[in-house]
């Protein structure tokens, strides 16, 4: 059962609970994934690969301690090919610190980007644990 009332779309798809109607969020999602240009047209192509499992091969770990799994432009290169292939601008990090950086600094979850904000990554020490791994209850609420 629904927490809160049914609401309506303006445009007049069926009632939905949440903040936006899915049918026009998947719309608007798919306008954005359509405009975008492909991965691959972005420059991260077989090259890329080779690079980046490389640079991971002699850099392993994130700052964090855990596994880094990604490898992040500091600066973000916005097409520009000599920004993205400048060695000292990548870092290595753990898909977790990564996307926390990238939803920090390049305006994630729908916020417009914010250049000043820093990502100051967690520091040196054992890897993060899931609250599963904690103490096997829901300690993280306190």
């Given at each position: ?12 798809h069926?009632s939905f ?38 640079f ?9 301690g ?16 000599k ?16 996307n ?6 390049d305006?994630?979850?729908?916020r417009?980007a914010?250049?000043?904000?820093k ?17 096997g ?6």
């Amino acid at each position: 059962m629904p927490w809160a009332a049914p609401r309506h779309c303006a445009a007049g798809h069926p009632s939905f609970t949440g903040r936006r109607c899915p049918v026009c969020a998947a719309a608007a999602q798919a306008r954005v994934d359509a405009a975008r240009p492909t991965a691959r047209k972005r420059g991260y192509d077989s090259k890329w690969e080779k690079a980046r499992l490389g640079f991971l091969g002699s850099h392993p770990t994130c700052s964090c301690g855990a596994v880094a799994t990604v490898v992040d432009h500091i600066v973000p290169h916005k097409g520009d090919k000599k920004l993205f292939w400048d060695r000292s601008n990548w870092q290595p990090l753990c898909a977790s610190c990564h996307n926390r950086k990238t939803a920090t600094e390049d305006g994630g979850f729908g916020r417009p980007a914010r250049g000043d904000r820093k990502f100051d990554p967690p520091a040196a020490g054992p890897a993060p644990q899931s609250c599963a791994q904690t103490s096997g209850k829901w300690d993280f609420w306190g």
